[in-house]
Structure formats: structure tokens, C-alpha cells
């Protein structure tokens, strides 16, 4: 697809005018170069002014956005502030008020990373093609304008993390476990199941966001209590792998051989970080022990490592002696010294002090070749993604977002489902047993690493999947935010594990007439514990639909809630009445697409699963007919070559029996599977097709001893 089609595809129709205009710009190109002048410095000049007016167009509307999400996030943190002082059923609406405001900021920074990777991906294809079509170097001059407004380098994480911190206070939810220690404190031996996927850029705001609503975001070493806390170096992890001249630890651990290790110095935040944790993962065959993937570590001052590397006995926390040990043997036996450096900005998700589930999402993964002798890291390098001061030959910057999930199952953890939907979507692609380090050093020592790992292959392929499904975040017609396909409805997400029991609404119509006589205040208590019922409502008004999500969806009309905000001033005749039309509205539109869908034979069902075994089914039953055809058919020839006069009117009658129903019977499976690819409910069977081929063969035979016998 051109870019021009993806672009107007992707569009967010409320920003639509804050867009590059990238039609247009390609336009002024082609037409300003295919004119009898040429391109001149003048059309050079007037077009670097368009591309400057569109820069800046979108970069204001991108900072102006963000600083609207900022306020609307600063007005949720005091609002917050004031309902937990108070703690009363007015505070309590007011937390539920927070939780829809945080959730369409946070689907607005959704909206607003696409938009942002739209239009700095159009600025770049522009200036390539001006470069192609002209022969001029406008990128020389253009690049440092952009990065003077830098769209590839706006970072939604910080309010992501911010909006996660005033998310958990609303929910009040999560406690942490009172018997599994903290990941990232000083000691620690971790068992755990883990699996490994690549996220496109396009959708890494996404996955945030989703994986935010289950899990609250943790920051290591940070509680986010302000705004100010959160800093963007927070997320930043470094990692120095260490490896000798034959790459044996890179090879045992390609082969997966049984012990395998893997050894690495790491630090969380900038080059000011202390301490530094000295890691070690060793690899278990499953049928030589339990073990998936056990992780050791313990903390090191950051200027105690220097020494420890060179050899220096450990003089630590007795606890930590027998791992410390360990390490340092494998260190002298192996002849390790330092050789990859390995950084990314993380977003962890994770339950304080309770670490059975954790899922960490890596982005701006970068690969550095440690080539310093005299330092165990090299000091010209920090923390500055994306390093634009390195050789090319000595950085490699990888072009997706690595999704890591970890669940610690010798803890009877099972992965959850909201989690396994994620990880079954289109928002991810998995890559078993992807490694960092295997990946970077396979890239950036090619000449020492004949092995590669099985991976590389997958980067060649474009893993950005269409939506084939409603999961993930979207928005309606109306452009209200979208669950999984379904309108949120209030506190959704503070109530996700709560599915209440949906009561029809002629039970509560019912109840209305019952209550006809009563008085105002009674009848508005019993509309109000109406509805809280149900987490989610959604109807699409063009397709057939059932009544009870109809009745549901009517809670949404707009007439309904300006109906119960005036209700203080009018009768319970008057609402019941208001209510009784809105419903009688609605269910005859209802109604009606039933009628017109019942009448056509189709009813669509959503959310229904097709098994394979339906596929092969109609496939077998197609055949079947076909069989039936050819029999047909070899007895049609057969009284076409051996008979006479009479055989052989048979026989041409039995040839355009079979060959009518070999048309029909490809008509029925197509049909059939049109119907089971759009999850169609309606007749499978086949009702009329037996009964005229019973027909048609029954008048052959007739006019077969016609022919023979009334001669």
C-alpha cells in the first residue's frame, strides 16, 4: 500500500486538518518538477516553506495535546487528593468521575503516539522522495530542523506511568502478596515460565495502555506520589554482557546446551546509578530438572566492580557469598571480560512485593559493542537513545518493541486470561526464545559467531498484522473509546472482575408499572440501582441485534440521561411515560432489523468461535454431492456410447441432471462458507436441493422406460 493510502486509512478524523498534508506536498513536488522550468531554486525554497509550515503545524498541535492530557491529569491528582481525605459516598463518584477521565486521557495518548509516528514517517518519505525526483539534498538541511522539533523523540511514557499511579489509587485494588519478595530487591533466586514477543512501533502506545489497565506500572526504586517523581532516565536499563574471544557463553547458550550461563552487569537509570546488580541466568534442559530458567543475582557499589571483575575476593552480605562466588569462578575459569553493551527504556507491569505475574515491555533496544580495554563499561557512552555520536559499526538499534512476560508457575501462577488474549492478538508477534544478547552479538560480531540465531529470518517479515478482531483499544462512530469493541461504561475498569448478572428490561418495566403510584424519590432509587448492572454496552444499529443488549444500550440514549438529570422536578407519571417512549422507540427499530434479517435467512452472532471441523464439514459435504455427479455422469456416457436412439436421450437427460447439480452443489458451499466466515447464524441444511434432485432423477427413470418399453 502507498504511503499516501495508509495515511488517509489511519487518519483520526477529529485531528484530520493537524495531519501533514502529504497528498498535497506530493503534489506541489510533481507538479512544480514537471513544469517547463524545471525544478528551480525558487520552487526549492517556496517548497522547504511549505514543509517548515507543516512541521511546525504538527509539532504545536502535539505539544498543545500533551499539555492538555498534563492538565487533565493534574486535576485528577487533586481531586483524588480531596476524595481520600474524605472518604464518603460523594468521594466515591468522585474516584469513579477520575477513572472515565483518566481512560479518555489515556486513549488520547494512544490516539496521539499514532498520530505522532504518522506524520514523522510522511515527513521522512517526503523528503526522500523530493531527494529521488530532484536530485537535491534536502535531508542535509531539513533533518536538523526536525530534530529541533523532534516528533521521532516524543516520549508518552512519563504520563502513561502517571496516569497508571492515579489509576491504582482510584481502583484500590491491589494488594501486594504477602509471601513473594520484590524483583528487584538485593537478593534473589527467580524460577520462572517466560516468553518473548515483538511489538511494532505503531502499536507499542497500545500495548501500554492495555496492559496498564491489569496491571499498575512499576518503576524501580520510585514512588510516584507526584508528578515530579517520574522522570524519563527512570525507565532506563543498562546491561554489560560479558563473554571471552571464542564467545563461549554466546554459543552455549545459542545451543541451549544443559548449564549454559549467561553473566551480565546491570544498572537501572543513568550512568549515576548505584549499585550495579552482577546477574547470572543459567539454562536447565526440562528433563534434567524443573528449572525453566533460573536467575541469580546480588548488588555491587558500582565502585567495588572494577576489583570483583579483576578478581577481588566479595566482601558482601553472607548471603549473597555463595552466588558472588560462583560467578567470579565462571569470570577466571572462562576468561570473561566485557563485550555488549545492551539498553532500552523498560515499562514494567507488575503488582508490588508480588512478582507471579510480571510483564515488561522493552522499547528503543540498542546494541553497543564495549570495546574499551581500561573500563569495565565505556565511559563515552550514557543513557542518550538514540547514541547519533556512535559509529555505525559499533551500534545497532533494533526496530521493534520486545514484549516479556514472566509467570512464576512453580507458584501454581497460570498466566491469565486477559494476558493470553494479548499475547494471541495482533498486537504482538511471538519470538520463542528470543535473547538480547544472542541477537546483538550475532549482529555486531559476524565474523566471530558463525552460529545465528533461528530469528534473524523474522526480521524480513512485516509483523505489523491488520485487526482481525475487536481486541485492543478503538474508538465508535461517535469516537468514544472503545474496549474490545465495547463502549465503557462507568468505573469499567475498576469493576473488570466483577460481571454482574444483567436483569431484562421487562422485568424492570414490570416493576415501573408496579410502582406507578409511588413517589419520585422511590421511583428515581429504583432507575438508579437499574443501572450499574452491566460493565459494558454496545449495539451496531446496522445489523440485527437481541432485545436485551437493545433494552441495555437504551440506558445510553441521550433522552434518557437529560430525562434523569431534570428528573428532580417532575412526576414518577411523567419519567415512567418518558422511559416507556424511548424503549417503545428503540425496541420497534430493533424489531424491525430482526423482521428484515429473519426474512433474508441471515442473523449475525458475534463472538462466536468457528472450529476447523466446521470448515471440513461443508468441504465433505461438497465432495459428497461431486461424488454423486461422477457417478451420475459415468452412466450418462455409457448410455451415450453403447446404446441406441433411446439410451441415448437418457443419457444426455442423466449429463444435464449431474451437471446442474455439480453447479448447484458449489453454490451451496460457497454459500455455506460465506455464512460461517461471517459468523452467520441461519440454516446449514439443505431443504429443497434432495428433494428436486429425488425429482429429477425419478423423471429420467420415467422417461427412460418410456423410451424403452412405449415403443
Not at 512541521?55 to 498534563?70: G, H, I, M, Q, S
Not at 458449489?666 to 431443504?687: H, S
Request: with cysteine.
Amino acid at each position: 500500500m502507498k504511503f499516501g493510502d495508509h495515511l488517509n486509512e489511519h487518519v483520526f478524523a477529529p485531528w484530520r486538518h493537524y495531519y501533514v498534508q502529504y497528498d498535497y506536498l506530493k503534489y506541489e513536488l510533481k507538479k512544480r518538477q514537471l513544469s517547463d522550468k524545471g525544478w528551480t531554486d525558487e520552487d526549492e525554497q517556496e517548497f522547504t516553506h511549505i514543509l517548515e509550515t507543516e512541521l511546525d503545524k504538527v509539532y504545536d498541535f502535539v505539544t498543545a495535546k500533551l499539555a492538555e492530557v498534563e492538565a487533565r491529569i493534574t486535576y485528577c491528582e487533586r481531586t483524588l487528593r480531596i476524595s481520600t481525605s474524605s472518604p464518603t459516598n460523594a468521594s466515591t463518584s468522585q474516584r469513579q468521575m477520575v477513572d472515565d477521565t483518566l481512560t479518555e486521557a489515556l486513549f488520547d495518548i494512544n490516539d496521539l503516539a499514532k498520530f505522532t509516528r504518522l506524520n514523522y514517517t510522511g515527513f521522512l518519505k517526503i523528503i526522500k522522495k523530493h531527494d529521488k525526483w530532484t536530485g537535491l539534498h534536502l535531508h542535509q538541511t531539513f533533518i536538523p530542523k526536525m530534530r529541533e522539533k523532534p516528533l521521532d523523540k516524543q516520549r508518552f511514557d512519563v504520563p502513561i506511568v502517571y496516569i497508571s499511579a492515579l489509576h491504582d489509587i482510584c481502583r484500590g485494588t491491589r494488594t501486594p502478596s504477602p509471601y513473594v519478595q520484590d524483583d528487584n530487591e538485593d537478593d534473589g533466586v527467580f524460577q520462572r515460565a517466560t516468553a518473548k514477543y515483538w511489538v511494532h512501533p505503531d502499536n507499542v502506545t497500545e500495548v501500554k495502555a492495555i496492559l496498564m489497565l491489569h496491571l499498575p506500572v512499576y518503576i524501580y526504586g520510585k514512588d510516584a506520589t507526584t508528578k515530579m517523581d517520574i522522570k524519563e532516565t527512570d525507565s532506563a536499563i543498562s546491561s554489560v554482557y560479558i563473554d571471552n574471544d571464542q564467545f563461549e557463553l554466546y554459543t552455549g547458550r545459542l545451543q541451549r546446551d544443559e548449564g549454559a550461563e549467561a553473566i551480565r552487569l546491570r544498572w537501572y537509570g543513568g550512568m549515576d546509578a548505584n549499585p550495579v546488580f552482577i546477574e547470572r541466568k543459567t539454562h536447565h534442559a526440562p528433563w534434567t530438572d524443573d528449572l525453566r530458567s533460573l536467575k541469580e543475582r546480588f548488588p555491587l557499589d558500582v565502585d567495588q566492580v572494577p576489583g570483583y571483575l579483576a578478581g577481588k575476593p566479595y566482601d558482601g552480605k553472607e548471603k549473597n557469598m555463595f552466588v558472588a562466588k560462583g560467578i567470579q569462578e565462571s569470570i577466571k575459569n572462562k576468561h570473561l571480560k566485557p563485550t555488549l553493551r545492551v539498553f532500552y527504556n523498560r515499562t514494567a507491569f507488575q503488582i508490588p512485593k508480588d512478582q507471579r505475574v510480571r510483564v515488561s515491555l522493552d522499547t528503543d533496544l540498542t546494541f553497543i559493542k564495549e570495546n574499551n580495554r581500561s573500563h569495565w563499561r565505556r565511559p563515552d557512552v550514557g543513557v542518550d537513545y538514540p547514541f547519533p555520536y556512535l559509529e555505525d559499526d559499533e551500534v545497532l538499534r533494533f526496530p521493534y518493541a520486545v514484549l516479556e512476560t514472566k509467570v512464576q508457575t512453580h507458584l501454581g501462577q497460570d498466566m491469565p486470561d486477559w494476558l493470553s488474549r494479548l499475547v494471541e492478538s495482533h498486537l504482538v508477534h511471538e519470538v520463542p526464545r528470543f535473547s538480547k544478547y544472542l541477537h546483538g552479538a550475532s549482529m555486531l560480531y559476524k565474523e566471530k559467531t558463525p552460529l545465528l540465531p533461528w530469528w534473524h529470518s523474522e526480521l524480513a517479515a512485516d509483523i505489523l498484522k491488520p485487526r482481525e478482531t475487536t481486541f485492543g483499544l478503538s474508538r465508535s462512530a461517535s469516537f468514544k473509546p472503545l474496549m474490545d469493541g465495547q463502549y465503557l461504561f462507568k468505573s469499567a475498569m475498576a469493576t473488570e472482575h466483577k460481571r454482574m448478572r444483567v436483569v431484562s428490561m421487562t422485568q424492570h418495566q414490570q416493576q415501573l408499572q408496579d410502582d406507578s403510584t409511588s413517589s419520585p424519590s422511590s421511583k428515581r432509587t429504583l432507575i438508579s440501582s437499574w443501572l450499574p448492572q452491566k460493565k459494558y454496552h454496545q449495539v451496531t444499529l446496522g445489523q440485527p441485534v437481541d432485545v436485551d443488549d437493545a433494552n441495555n444500550t437504551l440506558r445510553n440514549e441521550k433522552g434518557y440521561q437529560q430525562e434523569e438529570a431534570s428528573s428532580s422536578g417532575s412526576t414518577g407519571k411523567k419519567r415512567g411515560g418518558f422511559i416507556t417512549k424511548w424503549q417503545q422507540q428503540f425496541q420497534q427499530r430493533v424489531m424491525n432489523q430482526q423482521k428484515s434479517a429473519k426474512a433474508s435467512g441471515i442473523i449475525p452472532v458475534r463472538n462466536v468461535k468457528v472450529e476447523p471441523k466446521v470448515f471440513f464439514a461443508n468441504e465433505r459435504t461438497f465432495i459428497s454431492w461431486l461424488q454423486f455427479c461422477g457417478l451420475l455422469l459415468m452412466v450418462a456416457l455409457n448410455l451415450l456410447n453403447f446404446g441406441d436412439g433411446a439410451a441415448r436421450i437418457a443419457g444426455s437427460i442423466f449429463i444435464c441432471i449431474a451437471a446442474l447439480v455439480a453447479l448447484y452443489a458449489l453454490y451451496r458451499f460457497e454459500k455455506r462458507a460465506w455464512m460461517i466466515n461471517r459468523r452467520i447464524a441461519g440454516r446449514y441444511d439443505d431443504l429443497w436441493g434432495p428433494i428436486v434432485l429425488c425429482v429429477l432423477l425419478v423423471g429420467a427413470l420415467i422417461v427412460n422406460f418410456y423410451l424403452q418399453f412405449g415403443r
